[in-house]
């Protein structure tokens, strides 16, 4: 299998863990990802609030780019996904402002590919495939996955069921882990109101802690840069204002995966958490 990859601007910087996972999971798997020559920021988070044809136009000389490739797309980062898969699908309803952003642009997209989250293209794999290649189960892990609200909305876009999705699970069940039910598995992190206003994000983080802990979860997994950073980095901030004593490390799915094929640690960058993730990880040896 072969995609053109979008990194966006997170992954070369706070979530360049998430980066590193990706691409190395991929090539164990034989996916190969041919990143988006040229590519520039998709507008997530801001442009979209600031004006309709910018949240057009960012992501559509991205897109007009990798379709130069002739692959489909995937981003890894969930923000991303959202801005390339709701332009993708907006101008390929309405061929009129597709031409008047393509003016914009000054690069043509004819709206001949599709935008796949990162989570689609390593299920796509199989999970026969998947399990075939774990070496290190990830026995001992319970699993909180996390989805944020990005994945899973708006509904043209969305890559499973809005309430209760369950492709981390799978995915994550396919390298040996248990995962819990629990809640809050799609509620909002605060997203970038953990910048601009942290009184207002630090309360979302800790509830999502809370019930994560209360499922007896003892780390927690996600698909998206910005929903890590806030969990992961907000976690001892949140201890320290609530008096909880929350130690919870969170991965990116991909990292885990990772683990369960025997990959390098260090390709995976598990090292570079707020949290430490040693202990959870000397369960699976």
Sequence with gaps: MKFAYYPGCSLETSGKEYDLSTRAVSKHLGIELTEVPDWSCCGATAGHSTSHLLALALPARNLALAEETGLDVTAP????????????????QNPQLREKVNEITGRPFHGKIKVISILEVISSVGLEQIRAQVVKPLKGLKIAAYYGCL?????AIQIDDPENPQIIEQIMQAAGADTVDWPHKTECCGASLAVSNEEVAIPMVSRILKAAAFSGANCLVCACPLCHFNLDMRQLKVN???????????FYFTQLLGVAMG?????????THF?????????VG
């Design 275 to 283: 949290v430490d993730t040693g202990q959870v990880l000397k369960l």
């Design 240 to 250: 320290r204002l609530r008096g909880t004593n929350y130690h919870l490390p969170v």
């Design 263 to 271: 990959l390098n640690p260090q390709d995976l960058s598990l090292h």
């Design 77 to 92: 980062c969930a923000a991303c996904y959202q801005r390339l898969a709701l332009a993708c699908h907006e101008l390929n």
């Design 151 to 155: 994945l899973v909305r708006p509904r």
